[in-house]
C-alpha cells in the first residue's frame, strides 16, 4: 500500500521519534529532538535529502490517509524494535 519513498520516510520517522524519547507514553517535556548534526546522520541513514523531506511532510499534509498509513507503520517500526 506504501510507496518506497513512504516506507523509507516511516523508518525514518520511527528512528526521529526514537531518538526523541517518544517510545510510549512520556511526559512533553522529556521530549528531546535530535540535534542537526543526529538528524543530518539519520537522513542520509534513509537516503533522504533535506528536499526531500521537505517535500514528504508537505505531501502528507495534503494527503491524510497516507499519512495515516505511514503512522501506522512507524508504530509498528518501533513496537518491533523495543522487543
Known sequence: MLEPADSRFAAFYSDYLMSSGVEGHVERSD???????????ML???SITS?????????????????????????????????
Not at 31 to 41: H, K, N, R, T, W
Open 51 to 83: 528536499d526531500e523531506l521537505n517535500s514528504r511532510i508537505r505531501f502528507y499534509r495534503e494527503h491524510p490517509m497516507r499519512w495515516r498509513h505511514v503512522l501506522l507503520e512507524v508504530r509498528e517500526n518501533i513496537r518491533k524494535k523495543q522487543l
Open 44 to 46: 542520509a541513514r534513509h
Open 31 to 41: 521530549i528531546l529532538p535530535p540535534d542537526a548534526e543526529v538528524l543530518g546522520s
